[in-house]
């Protein structure tokens, strides 16, 4: 969104409890004025509306026992840990952050994790590679929107897509909570060894079809 610079004539008392409130949020004064005046005028700012769509993913996982997540108002960013399957319990953290600009990525995706176990490396990966392959044969025709994707050491990402049409933030929160925890679902049973390729894809292609936002 372009900002331009105004001049505004405001008490001192104003400011002082204006810059104390902003303060506390963690926010600057402009941003805090600019989200007031939209609030007054009944107009949802692009940061209004990622700290929406953030904390309502932090709501929605919070009774999950498989997600714990993570999340500081005012900020386009999140996270989510996970304990796998694996010996020694490592975890897993995913990352959600959100742009602002409008384009045909919303934000991101990333899938964290250390570790210095080469089968548990090598099942990751081949899990990540898995994935991609699924997406590009089921979810790329449905939805028409090119995702991508990028493995680092340590680091799967992938960009979140904007959806197929106008949502509200409660129902753009609940797709992407829903992608996260189905992703880390499949990723479990494949790297316990409960799923197979064959399992993930048909799990995957089942909530693809019931779902009305992709992301």
Partial sequence: MKKTLYSLMLSEEVVRHVDALAHRMGTNRSALINQILAEYVNYTTPER??????????QLM?????????FAPNSYSMSLK?????????????EVELYKGAGEDIG?????????????????????RLWKKIED?????????????????GKFVRSLAAPEHDCTASE??????????LFDTLMKGWLGGRLDAHDVEAAYFSQMRSSEIHV
């Fill in 108 to 128: 991101a995706l990333s899938v964290l994790f250390r570790t210095q176990s080469q089968p548990l490396i090598s099942g990751m990966t081949e899990f990540f």
């Fill in 172 to 181: 753009l929160a609940r797709a992407i909570s829903d992608y996260i925890s």
């Fill in 62 to 70: 919070q009774p999950s026992r498989e997600l714990v997540p993570f």
């Fill in 82 to 94: 996970s304990s796998l399957e694996f010996k020694y319990r490592p975890t897993v953290k995913y």
């Fill in 49 to 58: 509306r990622i700290n929406d769509v953030l904390s309502a993913i932090e």
């Fill in 137 to 153: 044969t089921h979810l790329y025709p449905i939805s028409g929107a090119k995702r991508d994707y990028a493995l680092y050491e």
